[in-house]
């Protein structure tokens, strides 16, 4: 049977009611819960939720029990979030329900987008050409920031053995939307905002220097171009071919075409060191996305490491879907489950036939779907992923 799961924060599975929320998937087709397993910090508005409908979670905390002796000897050290303790154990309690025939369980661990670490570890955050920090990203190249992922990720593998495991963010984050009230008055072309999100810290140095690459040449480089533009007047294309032509906008730049090369060993190795803890019952996923190339996700590098991708084709057309889903399982390869990832927002979801036309062209190529997200949509509009479902 295909796996067709709903994302889902534990707050609103409290709210709504285990039973009801259950329910409520099941209702809609689904037969799989994508639990948040770790997270950031965030302001949702939450229509299905009946009690809070706004609400702010804790900063880069983890929603299951901790095992303190699993984390002696960890520089960065995973927090248990307060509502563990106080509304209970929701992984556990979805995991005793699958174990006596319920929903499958799939837990959604955000690895390296984290506030509350990023401030408390200022050593392993990503920093720019400049060396300013960017306190919401570790940065994989951290031997420090790889062990607290792996950690996490073991922990609950082993633990609560769920289906799967959905890593989110094991790659260098870019510039925007990581932080709080973000501002930007200069007017960041495509470029600059990349180029702003390069990680130039010491353990990209230390790594890429390892391995051949100029890095101080590159990082010279990125700081003049940026340079360049916090002068200006108005804001200037200087590689107009980005993002269409993707890496290759930089060929002319020797150092930073080397640098930008290198940046997926970065991620690949953080994903073979987290695979290497969990048990082949569980299946390993990267969450992955158009455009993810920017940030070293190489699917194709990746895949002797995974059991599977989890695409997110919230903005593509219905038309693109089938096409990025193919292209996608040619990069994963044989053998390993591709699932299809929506939104059931508006206004980037049109309606019921809108979702049901995106549906039906990811079945082509996909082996799953998940649908995003219980507290975030209205109830009544989980029909429109029962109706999708029914059709497709």
């Given at each position: 049977?295909?796996?067709?799961?709903?994302?889902?924060?534990?707050?609103?599975?409290?709210?709504?009611?285990?039973?009801?929320?259950?329910?409520?998937?099941?209702?809609?087709?689904?037969?799989?819960?994508?639990?948040?397993?770790?997270?950031?910090?965030?302001?949702?508005?939450?229509?299905?939720?009946?009690?809070?409908?706004?609400?702010?979670?804790?900063?880069?905390?983890?929603?299951?029990?901790?095992?303190?002796?699993?984390?002696?000897?960890?520089?960065?050290?995973?927090?248990q979030a307060d509502v563990v303790a106080t509304e209970g154990d929701y992984l556990a309690a979805l995991v005793d329900r699958r174990n006596a025939g319920g929903l499958g369980v799939s837990c959604w661990t955000v690895c390296l987008h984290n506030t509350r670490l990023g401030m408390a570890h200022?050593?392993?955050?990503?920093?720019?050409?400049?060396?300013?920090?960017?306190?919401?990203?570790?940065?994989?190249?951290?031997?420090?920031?790889?062990?607290?992922?792996?950690?996490?990720?073991?922990?609950?593998?082993?633990?609560?053995?769920?289906?799967?495991?959905?890593?989110?963010?094991?790659?260098?984050?870019?510039?925007?939307?990581?932080?709080?009230?973000?501002?930007?008055?200069?007017?960041?072309?495509?470029?600059?905002?990349?180029?702003?999100?390069?990680?130039?810290?010491?353990?990209?140095?230390?790594?890429?220097?390892?391995?051949?690459?100029?890095?101080?040449?590159?990082?010279?480089?990125?700081?003049?171009?940026?340079?360049?533009?916090?002068?200006?007047?108005?804001?200037?294309?200087?590689?107009?071919?980005?993002?269409?032509?993707?890496?290759?906008?930089?060929?002319?730049?020797?150092?930073?075409?080397?640098?930008?090369?290198?940046?997926?060993?970065?991620?690949?190795?953080?994903?073979?060191?987290?695979?290497?803890?969990?048990?082949?019952?569980?299946?390993?996923?990267?969450?992955?996305?158009?455009?993810?190339?920017?940030?070293?996700?190489?699917?194709?590098?990746?895949?002797?490491?995974?059991?599977?991708?989890?695409?997110?084709?919230?903005?593509?057309?219905?038309?693109?879907?089938?096409?990025?889903?193919?292209?996608?399982?040619?990069?994963?390869?044989?053998?390993?489950?591709?699932?299809?990832?929506?939104?059931?927002?508006?206004?980037?979801?049109?309606?019921?036939?809108?979702?049901?036309?995106?549906?039906?062209?990811?079945?082509?190529?996909?082996?799953?779907?998940?649908?995003?997200?219980?507290?975030?949509?209205?109830?009544?509009?989980?029909?429109?992923?029962?109706?999708?479902?029914?059709?497709?």
């Amino acid at each position: 049977m295909q796996r067709a799961s709903v994302w889902a924060y534990p707050w609103d599975l409290h709210d709504i009611g285990l039973d009801t929320a259950l329910d409520r998937i099941s209702q809609a087709g689904g037969n799989c819960v994508s639990l948040a397993t770790s997270y950031h910090a965030g302001r949702f508005l939450q229509p299905g939720n009946p009690r809070r409908k706004v609400f702010f979670p804790q900063d880069g905390t983890v929603y299951y029990r901790l095992d303190p002796t699993r984390w002696k000897g960890q520089k960065i050290q995973a927090l248990q979030a307060d509502v563990v303790a106080t509304e209970g154990d929701y992984l556990a309690a979805l995991v005793d329900r699958r174990n006596a025939g319920g929903l499958g369980v799939s837990c959604w661990t955000v690895c390296l987008h984290n506030t509350r670490l990023g401030m408390a570890h200022p050593d392993h955050v990503m920093r720019t050409a400049h060396g300013d920090p960017h306190f919401y990203a570790l940065c994989p190249s951290s031997p420090v920031a790889r062990d607290y992922v792996a950690t996490l990720v073991r922990e609950v593998a082993e633990v609560y053995a769920p289906d799967r495991i959905e890593l989110e963010t094991p790659e260098f984050m870019g510039f925007s939307h990581g932080f709080h009230h973000e501002k930007d008055g200069l007017g960041l072309t495509p470029e600059e905002d990349f180029l702003l999100g390069l990680c130039f810290c010491a353990h990209c140095r230390q790594a890429a220097t390892s391995a051949g690459v100029p890095f101080e040449e590159a990082r010279m480089r990125v700081a003049e171009l940026l340079d360049t533009a916090f002068v200006r007047t108005r804001p200037q294309r200087s590689f107009p071919d980005f993002p269409a032509a993707g890496l290759a906008a930089f060929d002319g730049e020797p150092a930073l075409a080397a640098f930008l090369r290198w940046r997926p060993q970065a991620v690949s190795g953080l994903v073979a060191q987290v695979a290497a803890g969990v048990p082949r019952a569980t299946e390993l996923a990267v969450i992955d996305y158009d455009g993810s190339w920017a940030g070293g996700l190489d699917i194709a590098a990746l895949a002797p490491h995974l059991g599977g991708v989890l695409y997110c084709a919230y903005f593509a057309p219905p038309a693109r879907i089938s096409e990025l889903l193919a292209l996608e399982k040619a990069a994963l390869g044989p053998g390993k489950r591709l699932t299809a990832g929506f939104q059931l927002f508006h206004p980037n979801l049109s309606d019921a036939e809108d979702l049901a036309a995106r549906v039906a062209a990811a079945k082509t190529c996909a082996d799953g779907l998940n649908f995003y997200n219980l507290g975030l949509v209205p109830p009544a509009r989980l029909s429109w992923m029962r109706d999708a479902l029914r059709s497709a």
